[in-house]
């Protein structure tokens, strides 16, 4: 590349083009140094943004600064470790969130010459494999027998597979599932809202929760687990999705496993080992809106959660579908005909 300056060296435009222009790898742009790639990086994509040409040039802009980041994700992939399975090989990314089993990482994969995204659900420890295995067995439970109108009630699950760590030897179920942007946890909606969020708000959110519930169970599973770290809430869509379908279990059947910290919102059969049935789910599902409208509640709704969440299972409702018409009542009764309320949730706080 004699007469080409080094694409760390490009203080022009017109340089950083040279640079691009004789690229032919990844590693003829971008140092070996992760760093300094990074640096470089960022300042041939600050030199060659689109943004930064006349309208008329911009095709041609817009073509160079996609080799730019087709280059680098070239650069980043081979750095990146990769899983691979039977239908995909995934290139890891970083950790987005982690639960009490389970790390979920961001994941690509090419398929049909698209790149796609993933989520992939490992588990902390391969003890928990037989948990993550409940999991997939449950969403492919509910893709199937589920009515298809509700089924973005739940995560879809790409696949599941056994991966072994060529480190320590360790197998762990790992489950793919196809990614969630623009979600909130209801303990973010709740940390949001320390003094309680307003049940008119909240009502959508409880009215897609016992849909959820009735959809699941109608199928013949017991989520287990309707906590507020497991329920997703779109702020736009208004919009839910009941993840970590780990603990589930058809109905009359024991809970496998409890979230020690939310030990005290279990209804008496979880913690006492006893089978669990719909009204398991609704007892939890109870006690999670109640703890987000907090203080907020009126006394008519707090009379409704009572009979929720009563400590005898057979008292409880059973029946989601029921319950759900009976909330309608008690909304309109207390704020009249259902109308459109906007959320939205504060932006993150940026990093510096």
Partial sequence: MTGVPAAGAAGSRAEARAALAAARTPAD????????????????????????????????????????????????????PTLTTRHRTYTLGPAVAGGDLAVLREASYTQDGTRHRALLKIPRAAADNDLMEREAQALNRLARRGEARHRAYAPRLLESFRHRDPHTGTERRVNSLAPLDGWHTLADVRSAHPDGLDPRDAAWMWRRLLAALGWAHRTGLVHGAVLPDHVLIHPGKHGLVLVDWCYSTPPGARVPALVERHRDSYPPEITGRRPATEATDIHLASRTMAALMGPRTPEPMRAFLRGCTLPSEARRPHDAWRLLAELDELLDRLYGPRTFRPFTMPEPARRP
């Fill in 29 to 80: 742009l971008f140092p070996a140094d992760d760093a300094t790639a990074v640096r470089v990086h960022r300042a041939l994509a600050r030199l060659l943004h689109p943004d930064t040409v006349p309208v008329a040039q911009r095709p041609g802009a817009e073509a160079e600064f996609a080799r730019l980041e087709d280059l680098w994700r070239r650069r980043t992939a081979a750095t990146r």
